[in-house]
């Protein structure tokens, strides 16, 4: 079946690091994967939809010069959380469908819990 | 924007009963209609999905009913087991690159 894979798995690192995650599709090609944050008990709250070979679309709220995307092949995808302070501490997870086109479900990576110190 | 409505928010059963979670959706596009399982500190899983064109589905003890006209749909487990312990989300999207709109999520506890 489809896989999505994500790493690291886990960040702890200081406030006013940079913090780079990755989103890979092993075995499809995704034009398009969603970014998502995830507080503890709570929801899955969309951050972005990254576009391959184009610029990402934000949610409302979402500061896009914090969570950088870069979305350079069909496969990958990045978010970039600069200068992460505390309140960035979070489990953040990405999904891809397999096709573009349809009603396919979609696939998330293990997600990745940063911790801001 | 599709709104996504989950209920309840915690559900405990007695192993062996059956459980029922309720969603609700404000956007008449949506068209499919999927539904996750999540594990403490795991990705969540797709159990089971619904198009627009079925009104209701079942795999094995787990079935989802959609009621377009009412713009709601459910998720049903029978024979509840402890393992079926976990938060669950439902979600909605319409065709293409859309994302997935989720619910707030249901806390369930099987009681052994």
Not at chain 1, 33 to 41: D, I, L
Not at chain 1, 82 to 106: K, L, M, W
Request: with cysteine; charged share 20%; hydrophobic share 30%.
């Amino acid at each position: 079946g489809a896989v999505v894979s994500q790493h690291p798995s886990r960040v702890i690192c200081k406030s006013g690091t940079s913090v780079k995650i990755e989103c890979r599709s092993l075995d499809f090609q995704a034009t398009t994967m969603f970014w998502y944050r995830q507080f503890p008990k709570q929801s899955l709250m969309l951050m972005a939809t990254s576009n391959e070979g184009s610029k990402a679309t934000y949610e409302q709220g979402v500061e896009k010069d914090k969570f950088l995307i870069n979305h350079a092949s069909l496969t990958l995808s990045t978010l970039t959380v600069t200068s992460a302070h505390p309140e960035d501490s979070s489990f953040y997870i990405c999904s891809a469908r397999v096709q573009e086109s349809g009603n396919q479900p979609q696939h998330f990576g293990d997600g990745t819990r940063l911790s801001i110190l | 924007g599709e709104n996504v409505e989950q209920h309840p928010s915690t559900l405990s059963v007695q192993e062996g009963d059956s459980a029922v979670i309720k969603c609700t959706y404000s956007d008449s596009a949506s068209n499919y209609f999927p539904w996750y399982k999540q594990e403490l500190g795991k990705r969540p899983q797709l159990i089971i999905d619904i198009r627009s064109n079925v009104g209701e589905k079942k795999d094995q003890r787990i079935a989802v009913t959609l009621n377009k006209t009412a713009k709601h749909f459910s998720l049903h487990i029978t024979e509840t087991q402890p393992e079926d312990s976990a938060v669950y989300f439902c979600a909605a999207t319409y065709s293409g690159n859309t994302p997935l709109v989720f619910g707030k999520g249901t806390r369930l506890s099987v009681i052994a």
